[in-house]
């Protein structure tokens, strides 16, 4: 992939996660919907960007031969997964979000980020770590599969509550 | 006389097509997943769309009938219009899903497949309405409301299967979006049910409306009447 690509790609992406972050957050004040806009990319690309020099590093010790450009394209490509089922989330998001309020609205729009992260970061990781090795290379992926989610769940409560508080 | 039975039986006319798509449907034949999946026609798309409508209106004609009156009607409207009406709003959703997985399906045959699961969703609640109407008679209005569930949940069942069956030979991630599929669809479609009740009445309520005002969801009333059944005493709260 050329690195124009890689840019369109990944600005596809970002748009993607901004319309949903957008119609996740439709039916509240217009601010409420611009921090849903800013919300999802920066959760989704942000969450992407932190996990991919531990990633590098795991498949480095482990043996996996993954250069840095390598993890940057595995980044995109879990990007770009995750911008694809947020786009055909928007239709949806925006259903529940004008009709559906309190907790059980903030609960829906925390699982949902939660489930888009979890398809993101084993997109990310499956095919660049080795999880069925015998050896360091299994625990390293292991580590950096539960790395992975530590940070996934710290964005969502620093970065998500603009989105998932957008449906309160 | 033999002879004469035999002509008859050759001389038979072959089987009307919506009649062959009906038992296709319900067997859940391979040929008919593969007519889904392989560039499906026009008509057959349209056929499994009055099948979905008929099978829902016919299930929900019945559970209206446990109050009569207008409710048959507005029952027999709502639940095709819950149907495709979720289908609809699940769409995009589906077609990312099976783009994300790495589906080798069109966008026509992902829309196919998800029509031939509501459609055989949709022939399987007409299949249960008699017993609903059986249970009517012997059920209070709680414990009818798990019944229909419970019947939404088999025609359910029966809906994944074929949509999973027709998912998996499409790549090796069909499953996972199988999983996604049902996901969404349930949760859309709890939501959208949700929008449109009352679906089921009190047979004591003296005046239904088409839709009520849109206030809690269904999960918090589902645990409501789960309630209602365990302790009877709570069971005059209506959802």
Known sequence: MTSRGFVHSVSLSILRLAAFGAAASLGRPLGSVLRGAVSAPLLFAGGAALAAPTLYLASALGGIAASPSATALRAESALSTVGTLAWGLVVPAAFFSVTLHGATAVALAAVVSALLGVVGVLRFGWDALDFRAQDKAQLLALAWLVTAFGLGARMLWVVGRGLVGGAS | ?239
């Open chain 2, 1 to 239: 006389m033999t002879a004469t039975s035999v002509d008859v039986g050759s001389a038979a006319p072959p089987p009307h097509p919506v009649s062959t798509l009906v038992d296709a449907l319900v067997r859940d034949g391979g040929a008919f997943r593969a007519a889904l999946l392989d560039a499906p026609p026009r008509a057959l798309v349209r056929t499994l769309v009055v099948v979905a409508t008929l099978g829902c209106a016919s299930f929900g004609a019945v559970v209206g009938s446990s109050r009569g009156g207008a409710q048959i009607v507005f029952a027999a409207v709502k639940l095709p219009l819950l149907a495709l009406g979720t289908l609809a709003l699940s769409m995009p959703a589906f077609l990312a899903i099976a783009k994300a997985s790495e589906l080798a399906l069109s966008r026509q045959a992902v829309v196919a497949v998800s029509l031939g699961a509501a459609a055989r969703f949709a022939l399987v609640l007409a299949g249960l309405a008699p017993v609903v109407w059986l249970a009517e008679g012997a059920f209070g209005y709680h414990a009818m409301v798990l019944c229909v569930t419970a019947c939404c949940g088999v025609a359910g069942i029966a809906g994944a299967s074929l949509l999973f069956r027709s998912l998996t030979v499409a790549g090796r991630w069909g499953r996972v979006a199988g999983v996604g599929f049902v996901l969404v669809f349930g949760v859309v479609g709890a939501h959208v049910s949700w929008m449109l009740r009352p679906f089921l009445v009190h047979p004591t309520t003296s005046s239904v409306p088409f839709v009520r005002p849109v206030e809690g969801d269904l999960f918090r009333a589902v645990a409501r009447s789960l309630g209602s059944v365990v302790s009877p005493r709570r069971g005059d709260e209506r959802p």
